[in-house]
C-alpha cells in the first residue's frame, strides 16, 4: 500500500502541473487579448477620427474608409502587442499576489521555471504573431494604404475648401480666398511648402489653377507672386514671378507601377534587393527597416519574459495598480532605449545592427539579473522600491491632504 501511494505522487504533480499550466496560460492570455483590445482601440481612435473628416468634409466613400481602418490595424497590433503582453501577464499575476495564490504556490514547492513555462509559450506565440505581421502583412498594408492615400490626396486636392487651410498633401498648406464655381481657378493663394524641412518655402500670388499632366501628375500653375525662401543660416531668398509652375507630387488615379515604394512597403526580399545592389545611403536605410522588423518581435519576446519574475516579486500589499505601473515603466525604459538606438544609427554612430539590437541586449540581460535574483529569491530593489511606494500612497495622500 505504501508502494501505491508512492507511485501515485508523480502522477498527482504532473496533473497538477497540467492543470496549472493551463490555468497560468488561459489567465494571462485572457488578460492580455482584454489589454490588446482596449489598447488598439486607444491608438486606433485619433486615426478614425482623422478619417471620418475625409467621409464629412471630403465626401469619401465609406467603403474607402473602412478599408483605410482595415489597412492600419497591421500597424497598430505591432505597436500594442508587446505593451499588451506585459500589462497582461503583470496584471494577472498581480491579482494572484493579492488573492494570496502565489503564496499557495511558492508553499507547495512550484518554481519560478514552473510558473514561467506556459506563460513563456504565451510570449513566444505573441512574438510570432508580431513576426508575422512585419514579415508579411505589414508591409502589403502599408503599401495598399499608401496606394489609398496618394489617390484621395490627388482628388480631393482639386476641390480645395476655399477659406481654409488644407493639409491634403503631407508637408504642404494650401489657402486659397475664393475658387470659382465649375473652375479650378484659384484667386489669393498662401501655399507653405515644408515638405524639405531644412529649406522651407512659402509663395503667395493673385491667381492660381490646377493642371493635370499627361503623365497623371498634378501641378499649380501661379501667376503674379512671390517665392519666399529660407535657406541655412539666416539666410533669405525672395523672388517676384509672373508665372510659376509648383509639382505638388501627387498622381491622379491608383498608378502606382511608376511610384518608387517606401521602405515600410517592401517586402524582404525588395530590401535584399536594394542591400546589394543600391546605392549607399539606400543600403543603408534597408539595412535600418530590415533589422527594425526582427528587432520589434524579438522585443515582445523579451518583454513577456520579463513580466514573470517582476510579477512574482510583488505581494498581497502592492495593490492592483502595481502591475499597470511597473508595466508603464518598463515600457518606457524600454521605448527610450529603442528611440536612443535607432537616432545613433541615423547619425552613423553605431551600425543598424547595433542601434536596434543594443536594447534588446540590455533588457536580455536585464531580465536573466531578475530571473537569477527570483529563483534565489533575492528581491528586485526596484520592485520592492515600487511594491512599497504603492501601498504607501494612500496614506501618504491622505495625510498630505490633512
Not at 523672388?239 to 498608378?255: I, S
Not at 553605431?350 to 534588446?360: H, S, V
Request: proline share 4%; charged share 15%.
Amino acid at each position: 500500500m505504501r508502494g501505491n501511494s508512492a507511485g501515485l505522487v508523480p502522477f498527482i504533480s504532473l496533473a497538477f502541473m497540467n492543470r496549472l499550466s493551463r490555468y497560468l496560460f488561459r489567465e494571462c492570455a485572457l488578460t492580455s487579448l482584454i489589454a490588446l483590445l482596449v489598447l488598439s482601440f486607444m491608438v486606433m481612435l485619433p486615426q478614425v477620427l482623422r478619417l471620418v473628416d475625409l467621409w464629412v468634409n471630403r465626401g469619401v466613400a465609406v467603403a474607402v474608409l473602412g478599408t483605410m481602418i482595415s489597412l492600419s490595424i497591421p500597424k497598430i497590433l505591432v505597436t500594442t502587442i508587446p505593451m499588451a503582453l506585459l500589462i497582461g501577464i503583470l496584471l494577472t499575476l498581480g491579482r494572484m499576489a493579492q488573492e494570496s495564490e502565489l503564496v499557495v504556490l511558492k508553499a507547495c514547492g512550484i518554481s519560478l521555471f514552473q510558473v514561467m513555462r506556459p506563460i513563456a509559450l504565451l510570449a513566444i506565440l505573441s512574438a510570432g504573431c508580431a513576426l508575422l505581421l512585419n514579415m508579411v502583412w505589414l508591409p502589403h498594408a502599408f503599401h495598399q494604404f499608401a496606394v489609398i492615400k496618394r489617390a484621395l490626396v490627388s482628388t480631393t486636392t482639386l476641390t480645395l475648401k476655399p477659406q481654409a487651410f488644407n493639409h491634403a498633401i503631407p508637408g504642404l498648406t494650401l489657402y486659397a480666398d475664393e475658387q470659382e464655381p465649375n473652375s479650378r481657378l484659384l484667386k489669393g493663394i498662401l501655399i507653405h511648402d515644408q515638405r524639405k524641412p531644412d529649406a522651407p518655402i512659402t509663395l503667395t500670388a493673385r491667381r492660381g489653377e490646377m493642371r493635370s499632366m499627361p503623365g497623371g501628375e498634378t501641378v499649380l500653375f501661379l501667376q503674379e507672386g512671390a517665392r519666399h525662401q529660407t535657406v541655412g543660416d539666416n539666410q533669405y531668398q525672395s523672388l517676384r514671378f509672373a508665372t510659376y509652375q509648383m509639382d505638388l507630387g501627387v498622381v491622379l488615379g491608383f498608378k502606382t507601377q511608376d511610384t518608387k515604394k517606401q521602405w515600410d512597403e517592401m517586402n524582404l526580399h525588395e530590401l535584399s534587393q536594394v542591400m546589394r545592389e543600391a546605392t549607399p545611403d539606400e543600403r543603408f536605410e534597408a539595412r535600418m527597416e530590415w533589422h527594425r522588423r526582427f528587432s520589434f518581435p524579438v522585443a515582445t519576446l523579451i518583454l513577456g519574459l520579463f513580466a514573470v519574475p517582476l510579477g512574482l516579486q510583488q505581494s498581497h500589499r502592492s495593490g492592483r495598480s502595481y502591475g499597470l505601473v511597473v508595466a508603464v515603466a518598463t515600457l518606457i525604459v524600454h521605448f527610450v532605449l529603442l528611440s536612443v538606438g535607432e537616432n545613433l544609427a541615423r547619425k552613423h554612430l553605431l551600425e543598424p545592427i547595433g542601434g536596434f539590437w543594443l536594447p534588446n541586449l540590455l533588457m536580455a540581460l536585464l531580465t536573466v539579473y531578475v530571473v537569477y535574483a527570483t529563483h534565489h529569491c533575492r528581491s528586485f530593489r526596484l520592485a520592492i522600491w515600487l511594491a512599497h511606494g504603492l501601498a504607501n500612497l494612500p496614506q501618504r495622500l491622505l495625510k498630505g491632504t490633512g
